[in-house]
Nanobody, 128 residues
Framework: QVHFVESGGGLVTPGGSLRLSCTASGWTRDYGAIGWFRQAPGKWREGIACISGIDGATYYADSVRGRFTISRGAAANTAYLDLNNLKPEDTANYFC?????????????????????RGPGTPVTVSS
């Protein structure tokens, strides 16, 4: 079973930037797609940026497209999320999750059950 550890969150003023990182232990050939999700207090989980396990394509939620960038590390079990032009509504707990190599970027963000692979997350607070 994969276990993610996320880091890089913190307090930032509106318009600022952060870089989040996540690394998974227990990564095997059973995993291929990887993505970032967030959950704000009282709100449902949102898949915001995902990488396809099939072809490396990327998917972004409308709320972050053009401001956030997902990338993969040299190892398949590592992913980064660059957050730019942060807004107060980006305040949330950010976490990684994964799915099998046949999972597309869109499916991981929008449909995959992620509770079994997600990490505890790293909190991001955007406030002046």
């Amino acid at each position: 079973q994969v276990h993610f550890v996320e880091s890089g969150g913190g307090l930032v003023t509106p318009g600022g930037s952060l870089r989040l990182s996540c690394t998974a232990s227990g990564w095997t050939r059973d995993y291929g797609a990887i993505g970032w999700f967030r959950q704000a207090p009282g709100k449902w989980r949102e898949g915001i940026a995902c990488i396809s396990g099939i072809d490396g394509a990327t998917y972004y939620a409308d709320s972050v497209r053009g401001r956030f960038t997902i990338s993969r590390g040299a190892a398949a079990n590592t992913a980064y999320l660059d957050l730019n032009n942060l807004k107060p509504e980006d305040t949330a707990n950010y976490f990684c999750a994964a799915d099998d190599p046949q999972t597309s970027d869109w499916y991981l963000c929008e449909k995959s059950p992620v509770e079994n692979t997600r990490g505890p997350g790293t909190p991001v607070t955007v406030s002046s």
